[in-house]
């Protein structure tokens, strides 16, 4: 059926095509608009920019997920006057706006976090106590803010903590009242004073010294204070006490208003506070100002402490970075505030969510999305199909194991395209080679403790989120493991389980969760039958690993599947539902680390395999999987987001593609890869108790890094082997094996940059590296090639990361955040569209793909192409039929191909793979090989998009040795 394509001021309402912009202080909307990115993306092809987060961020923020304040935009990207020229230029080139929002989290490292300043100052007393995510009574109704950089008493008695009067309170000066503030300084992190703690520690001892009207007007603020509702009056969290807090709220702002003021105008009283302000600080005041931090309402702490007492849920394991409730409707609501305002403007198409695994209830929030979005649509606005509960195109960033599924009746558009980023990767990767590779690692690291992981990657997995769990993770554990025993003590069966045991029992359970998280909720009665059948296999793992009491097992079971047992009363299971719906919030987070940012740093069989939504002990994928897949994909989520590259992801798309090309020609690797070791060992040096360093495996990973980056010109340059040290020292503390983030172990991590730099500067080894890296590099760039084409024309909506329309060699972020060259861009797309109707085209390919300056050209030509042609038919490959193509003849395997196909409208992609052990680019290699279309009329004719030649068939067959004449690529549009 074909897709209902509405248009909004000439946007089109679902994207055929997206292209990712990181916007950020160094590259602000304001330089977007300088380099005309507007018009460059309409030239390119592109229908909607897909912009990062554009909220007020932490300042000097570098992604903009740690946003600090969701009713205003960012500073450091654009003003409100920026950012409504900037869509107004979308809009005059037809292109939407898609824009990526954090729904989970907010950042709190800086004062310009309003929600949180406010919960600091008034602890469970402030408006803003039950927007986040805390466990009072875990502290005695006090925040643990483990922020010090040393316990508090060595912080309290070396007096590094100082009282001081901030002139423009950041917080207040956002509302648009710039009032000054008495705050607790800790170098460059200022904490707010419980207001209603000023009158005993700081203004009624000034008042002493005060007399007349300087004496009165401070008496009339001290007792405004002193009147304030208190934290403990107001400290239930219900909503009947939402009013008290929004009463301390205001009336405290009115009062610090008064004293800012006073303060400003009056000589004597500023005298007055800022000589008890300097007695305090005196280090021989340390009782007074102890008391002082310690009547807050929250509890200053070492950081080492976040890991075993934080009492707020956090983003993964990041104490700067708070969850919020965004199931609580107020929550909801205020931080959509400015996007829905966006929407309703015009100046928002699209939304992208981070994260959702971290909500409570993902699919409620999801409905209440669309519903809430519903009364800010623009009069002129169409939903972008007849699902009315499905209104706006919404992108879900859900991390899907391999073999899992999108929940189909959630009212989102799709993912936003990590399987597929792996299945179009995988397909690049040779299966038949996969038992020699896994001999090749398996020699190279033999005899060392990396070779257990080569041996059972799962067991690794299972490793690596138990150490997390046991050390990272331990805060939000143990809330948990307190809120299931209170469970089990409420039945005689159960209730000698100790905290301590099940907590050991979770420990299990996450460890062994074979996916990221479940979406059991209050309304379940019972699992989905695949819910059912993730937490049945976490269970066997646990049982396997036999940690854990039976019993106890059991009753873990018996609470996450919902086995409700009969008379069971409505409160009781509530609590069970809500304790599993918390225990999902967490699987997630664990599953991420321990996966991606761990487990992807200890095992490298085929370093392009270790990416986000991937597992990298599959090695590959058969052709007749990848259309299975994309059978399912086209029927179920046709306009889900199919990514190559992101912000997010552990290598750039074309530096898998060289890496892959390693997984053809497994003797030659392994030949090169020893002859180095033993070339190299002389730039080892030993660390005690290690040994010689690297060790093998970090070598083994040290060489297919740098296959994946290794420069055209064939010689390091100085900022490149300090990118590749960057990234080296970031692998060696993620996977937590020698050095950690938090316990570095630097003469391990210099010698292994040592290693590197030695060896790059070795003429020996970078010419033996650089005459095999040359070939890789040409392979490498056909792979790329390739994986584009099947990217650009398979179901999905492909997006562009910034810059990729050209070769880009990143690495894991920040490496993947570097200054684009959009000049260089312009200039090669010009060169494109000057060229592409003219006769002499082939031939302009053809040079292009020769790619003799390296310039990447061929990328370009294949990007512009595809997303014109995309962009011409956009119902055909948003909603056009899938169907995969067999080549005939001896050379099947080298050739992927498949018909998107609409009523008379069809394409044709045809492309081929496995470079290296073949001539694939002679005509000749392909003699005698076909491809049949097989509803194609004999004699129908089409047009290569990227030759501009056309192809007539014979009978319901195309030559291939015809079809690839000029490049071993072709993109057939039916000509009718």
């Known amino acids: 059926m074909e897709a209902k394509i509405n248009a909004v001021q000439g946007v089109l309402s679902i994207p055929v095509?997206?292209?990712?912009?990181?916007?950020?202080?160094?590259?602000?909307?304001?330089?977007?608009?300088?380099?005309?990115?507007?018009?460059?993306?309409?030239?390119?092809g592109v229908a909607y920019c897909y912009s990062a987060p554009l909220l007020k961020a932490r300042s000097g923020s570098t992604h903009g997920y740690d946003v600090v304040d969701h009713i205003l935009i960012n500073p450091d990207i654009a003003t409100n006057e920026e950012f409504v020229t900037f869509s107004a230029h979308l809009k005059k080139y037809g292109l939407g706006l898609l824009l990526d929002i954090v729904p989970n989290h907010v950042g709190i490292s800086s004062t310009s976090s309003r929600w949180w300043m406010d919960v600091l100052e008034h602890g469970k007393g402030s408006a803003y106590a039950n927007h986040f995510d805390i466990t009072w009574e875990t502290h005695q109704d006090r925040l643990l803010v483990p922020f010090l950089g040393s316990p508090i008493g060595s912080v309290l008695a070396n007096g590094e903590l100082k009282v001081q009067w901030n002139e423009k309170e950041e917080v207040a000066s956002a509302e648009g009242h710039p009032i000054g503030a008495l705050q607790i300084h800790y170098y460059a992190s200022h904490f707010p004073i419980d207001p209603s703690t000023l009158p005993a520690f700081i203004l009624e001892p000034a008042l002493k010294s005060l007399s007349g009207a300087s004496a009165t007007h401070l008496q009339q603020i001290i007792t405004q204070l002193k009147q304030l509702p208190t934290r403990d009056t107001i400290g239930e969290l219900s909503d009947s006490n939402a009013g008290k807090r929004l009463e301390r709220r205001t009336k405290a702002h009115e009062a610090k208003a008064a004293l800012s003021k006073l303060i400003r105008e009056d000589k004597e009283v500023h005298k007055a506070v800022f000589s008890i302000i300097d007695h305090l600080n005196d280090k021989k005041q340390l009782a007074t100002f102890t008391q002082l931090v310690e009547a807050q309402a929250y509890r200053l702490s070492y950081w080492k402490l976040a890991s075993d007492e934080l009492n707020y849920?956090?983003?993964?394991?990041?104490?700067?970075?708070?969850?919020?409730?965004?199931?609580?409707?107020?929550?909801?609501?205020?931080?959509?505030?400015?996007?829905?305002?966006?929407?309703?403007?015009?100046?928002?198409?699209?939304?992208?969510?981070?994260?959702?695994?971290?909500?409570?209830?993902?699919?409620?929030?999801?409905?209440?999305?669309?519903?809430?979005?519903?009364?800010?649509?623009?009069?002129?606005?169409?939903?972008?199909?007849?699902?009315?509960?499905?209104?706006?195109?919404?992108?879900?960033?859900?991390?899907?194991?391999?073999?899992?599924?999108?929940?189909?009746?959630?009212?989102?558009?799709?993912?936003?395209?990590?399987?597929?980023?792996?299945?179009?990767?995988?397909?690049?990767?040779?299966?038949?080679?996969?038992?020699?590779?896994?001999?090749?690692?398996?020699?190279?690291?033999?005899?060392?403790?990396a070779a257990q992981f080569n041996a059972d990657f799962h067991e690794l997995l299972y490793n690596s989120k138990k150490l997390l769990l046991n050390s990272s993770f331990e805060a939000e554990l143990n809330p948990l493991a307190l809120l299931l025993q209170k469970i089990a003590k409420k039945d005689m069966r159960t209730v000698d389980f100790s905290a301590k045991q099940l907590k050991q029992a979770l420990v299990e359970l996450i460890a062994c969760f074979p996916v990221y998280r479940t979406y059991i909720t209050q309304e379940t009665p019972k699992p989905t039958a695949e819910d059912a059948a993730r937490i049945a296999e976490a269970v066997k793992g646990v049982r396997k690993h036999d940690f854990v009491d039976s019993l106890?097992?059991?009753?873990?079971?018996?609470?996450?599947?919902?086995?409700?047992?009969?008379?069971l009363d409505a409160e009781t299971r509530a609590q069970r539902r809500h304790f599993t719906m918390k225990l999902q919030q967490l699987t997630g987070p664990v599953m991420a680390k321990g996966l991606e940012d761990t487990s992807f740093y200890r095992f490298f069989l085929l370093t392009s395999l270790n990416e986000v939504g991937g597992d990298p002990n599959t090695f590959g994928v058969t052709l007749a999987d990848f259309h299975k897949y994309n059978l399912v994909r086209n029927r179920d989520w046709p306009q889900a987001m199919s990514n190559s590259s992101t912000h997010d992801t552990k290598r750039s798309e074309d530096v898998r593609a060289r890496i892959n090309v390693l997984s053809e020609i497994p003797a030659v690797w392994n030949r090169a890869v020893v002859q180095w070791r033993e070339r190299n060992a002389k730039h080892k040096r030993v660390v005690e108790p290690i040994g010689l360093v690297p060790e093998p495996n970090e070598e083994y990973l040290i060489y297919q890094t740098l296959v994946g980056i290794w420069p055209f010109e064939g010689s390091f340059t100085s900022e490149l082997t300090e990118r590749v040290k960057n990234y080296l020292l970031k692998s060696m503390k993620e996977s937590k094996l020698r050095t950690t983030w938090t316990k570095q172990?630097?003469?391990?991590?210099?010698?292994?940059?040592?290693?590197?730099?030695?060896?790059?500067?070795?003429?020996?080894?970078?010419?033996?590296?650089?005459?095999?890296?040359?070939?890789?590099?040409?392979?490498?760039?056909?792979?790329?090639?390739?994986?584009?084409?099947?990217?650009?024309?398979?179901?999905?909506?492909?997006?562009?990361?910034?810059?990729?329309?050209?070769?880009?060699?990143?690495?894991?972020?920040?490496?993947?955040?570097?200054?684009?060259?959009?000049?260089?861009?312009?200039?090669?797309?010009?060169?494109?569209?000057?060229?592409?109707?003219?006769?002499?085209?082939?031939?302009?390919?053809?040079?292009?793909?020769?790619?003799?300056?390296?310039?990447?050209?061929?990328?370009?030509?294949?990007?512009?192409?595809?997303?014109?042609?995309?962009?011409?038919?956009?119902?055909?490959?948003?909603?056009?039929?899938?169907?995969?193509?067999?080549?005939?003849?001896?050379?099947?395997?080298?050739?992927?191909?498949?018909?998107?196909?609409?009523?008379e409208r069809q394409v044709v992609t045809v492309t081929t793979r496995f470079f290296a052990t073949s001539a694939i680019l002679g005509a000749q290699f392909w003699a005698g090989q076909t491809l049949v279309i097989p509803d194609a009329k004999s004699g129908s004719k089409y047009r290569d998009v990227l030759t501009n030649t056309e192809h007539t068939l014979d009978g319901h067959e195309v030559s291939l040795k015809t079809l690839f004449k000029y490049i071993p690529f072709a993109v057939l549009e039916k000509i009718n």
């Open 17 to 44: 095509s997206t292209y990712r912009i990181q916007f950020h202080k160094a590259f602000p909307i304001q330089k977007a608009l300088d380099l005309s990115l507007p018009e460059y993306l309409k030239h390119l």
């Open 313 to 449: 849920r956090r983003f993964f394991d990041i104490n700067e970075l708070l969850a919020i409730k965004s199931e609580r409707r107020e929550v909801f609501e205020e931080s959509l505030q400015l996007v829905a305002q966006w929407i309703k403007s015009g100046h928002v198409d699209a939304l992208r969510l981070d994260h959702p695994d971290g909500l409570y209830d993902p699919a409620k929030y999801f409905s209440q999305l669309q519903d809430h979005i519903k009364r800010f649509l623009p009069a002129t606005f169409k939903p972008i199909d007849s699902n009315s509960n499905r209104p706006l195109y919404v992108l879900v960033e859900k991390i899907l194991e391999p073999g899992e599924s999108l929940i189909t009746d959630w009212p989102v558009s799709g993912t936003v395209g990590y399987e597929y980023l792996n299945l179009v990767n995988n397909i690049f990767v040779n299966t038949e080679k996969e038992t020699a590779m896994r001999k090749v690692y398996q020699d190279f690291i033999e005899n060392t403790d």
């Open 552 to 567: 106890i097992v059991d009753f873990v079971e018996h609470v996450v599947l919902c086995r409700d047992e009969e008379g």
């Open 745 to 903: 172990n630097k003469e391990y991590e210099g010698a292994v940059t040592e290693f590197l730099e030695k060896i790059v500067k070795d003429n020996e080894f970078a010419s033996s590296f650089s005459l095999f890296a040359q070939e890789i590099i040409g392979l490498g760039k056909l792979n790329s090639i390739s994986q584009t084409i099947v990217k650009l024309t398979a179901p999905g909506v492909p997006d562009i990361y910034q810059g990729q329309e050209l070769w880009d060699f990143s690495l894991v972020d920040p490496d993947n955040r570097r200054p684009v060259d959009y000049e260089l861009r312009k200039s090669l797309l010009a060169r494109v569209k000057a060229a592409v109707t003219t006769p002499d085209f082939p031939s302009f390919v053809v040079t292009a793909l020769e790619d003799k300056d390296n310039s990447g050209l061929i990328k370009m030509i294949v990007t512009e192409r595809l997303l014109f042609l995309r962009g011409s038919h956009p119902a055909l490959f948003l909603s056009g039929d899938y169907q995969g193509l067999q080549a005939r003849g001896d050379k099947a395997q080298h050739v992927i191909a498949f018909a998107r196909t609409l009523g």
